[in-house]
Antibody, heavy 121, light 107 residues
Framework: QLQLQESGPGLVKPSETMSLTCTVS??????????WGWVRQPPGKGLEWIGSIYYRGSTFYNPSLQSRVTISVDTSKNQFSLNLTSVTAADTAVYFC?????????????WGQGTLVTVSS | DIQMTQSPSSLSASVGDRVTITCRASQSISSFLNWYQQKPGKAPKLLIY???SLQSGVPSRFSGSGSGTDFTLTISSLQPEDFATYYC?????????FGQGTKVEIK
């Protein structure tokens, strides 16, 4: 069974770049069945998909964030990462990484516990 | 983007009640619809995928139905551990989008 764990700073200053890493255990990030995704949730609000990456590096992003988002993968470490540039208070949220099962159907089946990132000076 | 609209936004129910939550897509998404349960401070948990397939390990009191634009999540007999927020999510086309959530509270 897959396990995912987010890591990274919990506090980021406005206009700076936020970076998070998700470590995958219990399976290979190089699986052909999975993309690997990021989802965020502002305090008290709903879920927003940020983007997903395949182990070979192909990505797709939410157009609402595409200009500021980069997702990368490191297969040697079984990790994938999120960079979000020019952050503002609106980017304050719990950030989840998730396995993005993708075959003839698609769903997020395993999730990290989430990490709160606060944007504040 | 495909907009997902859930109703109601919240509901109060008692243990043992039958609960139904609906989700409507702004365009046809075939059966590319998933349901998640989220408890406070926790990650979402996949309940139903492809509109009606029960995720492994999820109790059979949960069921999903629908296709096209209208979908339903049903809890046949509400249990104490089912009080949570439920989200639908479409996987028909990017960007993947979620409904705004339905909070199920204790009456």
């Amino acid at each position: 069974q897959l396990q995912l764990q987010e890591s990274g700073p919990g506090l980021v200053k406005p206009s700076e770049t936020m970076s998070l890493t998700c470590t995958v255990s219990g399976g290979s990030i190089s699986s052909s069945f999975y993309y690997w995704g990021w989802v965020r949730q502002p305090p008290g609000k709903g879920l927003e998909w940020i983007g997903s990456i395949y182990y070979r590096g192909s990505t797709f992003y939410n157009p609402s964030l595409q200009s500021r988002v980069t997702i990368s993968v490191d297969t040697s470490k079984n990790q994938f990462s999120l960079n979000l540039t020019s952050v503002t208070a609106a980017d304050t949220a719990v950030y989840f990484c998730a396995s993005d099962y993708t075959t003839d159907v698609n769903y997020f089946d395993y999730w990290g516990q989430g990490t709160l990132v606060t944007v504040s000076s | 983007d495909i907009q997902m609209t859930q109703s109601p936004s919240s509901l109060s129910a008692s243990v043992g009640d039958r609960v139904t939550i609906t989700c409507r897509a702004s365009q046809s998404i075939s059966s590319f619809l998933n349901w998640y349960q989220q408890k406070p401070g926790k990650a979402p948990k996949l309940l139903i995928y492809a509109a009606s397939s029960l995720q492994s390990g999820v109790p059979s009191r949960f069921s999903g139905s629908g296709s096209g634009t209208d979908f339903t999540l049903t809890i046949s007999s509400l249990q104490p551990e089912d009080f949570a927020t439920y989200y639908c999510q479409q996987s028909y086309s990017p960007p993947r989008t979620f409904g705004q959530g339905t909070k199920v509270e204790i009456k």
